[in-house]
């Protein structure tokens, strides 16, 4: 099973130049979410969607937007890079379902705006 | 704000020794709790889980130990390996139905040969 993938693997941008951050599930996951992991910090929650059709902010939402495409997919977009956007982004998913589960995460998109 | 936290940023053991890894949080009502395995390049991985109802669960060679009157939680694992290096996070759940949970820092375990 290929569980929670993510596209790219790695980017680098200028700053203002928009980009999308693609992420896929295959475990028939209600929900979703976007992280961003900094050098010495926790992960931190950008958007998430509790179930297709929806999607609420997290702790860090500004400068980006979501897209819940379908039950599988949830895209992660910057409309305007900047620098202080420079991070690792985690997509993961949980069943949502049931209360209680841990999140599966994707490997990871690395992106670096200059 | 309330966040979840570590006390020691590395840890380097032994191989075949025991390695503890400790986990602070601040939030009463949390009602969940995990520990993530992070590998260089790769994304978190679940290693163990427990409920607030409980005080103690074990895995394989892992075991989690949850101290709710000091807010406090750890990870025991057994006979540590070389591949057991990594960094090691714990995340908490606030009391809800919705699974959103608030991440530590992390620790990172070096294990000599």
């Known amino acids: 099973n290929a569980g929670v993938t993510q596209t790219p693997k790695f980017q680098v941008l200028k700053t203002g130049q928009s980009m999308t951050l693609q992420c896929a599930q295959d475990m028939n996951h209600n929900s979703m979410y976007w992280y961003r992991q900094d050098p010495g910090m926790g992960l931190r929650l950008i958007y998430y969607?509790?179930?297709?059709?929806?999607?609420d902010k997290g702790e860090v939402p500004n400068g980006y937007n979501v897209s819940r495409l379908n039950k599988r997919e949830f895209s992660l977009r910057l409309e305007s890079a900047a620098p202080s956007q420079t991070s690792v982004y985690f997509c993961?998913?949980?069943?949502?379902?049931?209360?209680?589960?841990?999140?599966?995460f994707g490997d990871g998109t690395r992106l670096s705006i200059l | 704000g309330e966040s979840v936290g570590l006390h020691l940023p590395t840890l380097s053991v032994q191989e075949g020794d025991n390695s503890i890894i400790n986990c602070a949080y601040s939030n009463s009502a949390s009602d969940y709790f995990i520990w993530y395995k992070q590998e260089s390049g790769k994304g978190p991985q679940f290693i163990i889980d427990?409920?607030?109802?409980?005080d103690k669960r074990q895995g394989q060679r892992v075991t989690v130990l949850l101290n709710k009157t000091v807010k406090h939680l750890s990870l025991q694992i057994a006979a540590t390996q070389p591949g057991d290096s990594a960094v090691y996070f714990c995340a908490e759940k606030k009391g809800s139905n919705f699974n959103k949970f608030y991440f530590g820092s992390g620790t990172k375990l070096n294990v000599k040969p």
């Open positions: 427990i409920r607030s109802n409980m």
């Open positions: 993961a998913s949980t069943s949502g379902a049931i209360s209680n589960q841990p999140q599966h």
């Open positions: 969607s509790a179930s297709e059709g929806t999607t």
